[in-house]
Every structure is written in C-alpha cells, then in structure tokens.
C-alpha cells in the first residue's frame, strides 16, 4: 500500500540522542516529531497509532520492561494496528553465535540473553499481539538480526 503522506513520530529517553535525530531529520528534508519519554510509559493516548517500530532497542530492556513496553505499544495502537520489531535474535549458525557474544559483552548478558534466546516472539504473544511471526532473518557482523511482525486486534 502506497501512503502520500505519515505522520511520524520518534521517542527516545536521551535528550541529546533526540537533538542529534532532528538534526539528521532536518537535514534530510523529513517531518518527524521527536519525544522525550521511555517506551514502558508512553506518553500518548490509547489507540493513537496505526504502526509502531522498534529497531534494535529490545535488547537493551530487562525482561519486565520489555514486557511493560509491549503492553504499551499494544495500548496505543489502533485495532488492526501493526506491530514490527528488527533486534537480534536466535543466531542462525555458529558463526552468528560468535559475533552475539560481543553484542551480549557490551550490552550486557542479563538484557540481551533473552533476545538471543529467541523469546521475543512469545513476549510479543503474552501480551495480547495477534499473528506474531518473524518475517525474515539477516546475518551480520554481529549476530542475526530478526524480523518480527504482529497485530492488535
């Protein structure tokens, strides 16, 4: 489906992550509304969203906060609305393995082992999401990146 045009909004808690986003965002001629304000507390209004992304970030949460920050994704989405996670996950061989270590290293083991213990997806389920399935995989320097997708019903 083709949308002329989205209203896009981007949360972050770090202000000076923020500073440097719009700044990027200027830059490259994009309308994006930027928040201050944690993903286990969103500060929007029930059913707000017809879409909600997330790269790269759950595995920085303990396993409540990631459960806390589904539960309010969900909460703002609209019904039908889509739900779409890139993070790392299962390693797909022995070589993803290795590089998921120097992920689980910096990022620290307690965060991340349920990640690469491939739990998103059931998290993703307890919270009420419908049709969660990972969609497609990629294999990187650092581990394997999976794609998740569900829906709000």
Not at 3 to 28: P, V
Not at 43 to 68: C, G, I, M, Q, V
Not at 138 to 152: E, M, P, Q
């Amino acid at each position: 489906m083709l949308f002329r045009s989205a209203e896009i909004i981007g949360l972050d808690g770090d202000s000076a992550i923020l500073k440097q986003a719009k700044a990027k965002a200027e830059r490259a001629g994009v309308a994006i509304q930027f928040d201050e304000g944690m993903s286990f507390a969103l500060p929007y209004a029930d059913a707000s969203f017809d879409r909600a992304l997330s790269s790269l970030f759950f595995h920085h949460l303990t396993r409540e906060n990631k459960l806390k920050t589904l539960g309010e994704i969900r909460r703002v989405l609209k019904p039908g609305g889509e739900l779409h996670i890139a993070d790392w996950g299962t390693p797909d061989n022995r070589l993803m393995q290795v590089g998921s270590f120097l992920v689980q290293k910096f990022d620290g083991v307690e965060t991340t082992a349920d990640s690469f213990n491939g739990l998103l997806p059931e998290f993703i389920a307890q919270t009420g999401f419908l049709a969660v399935n990972e969609t497609q995989h990629f294999n990187s320097l650092f581990g394997t990146i999976r794609l998740v997708k569900a829906g709000k019903e």
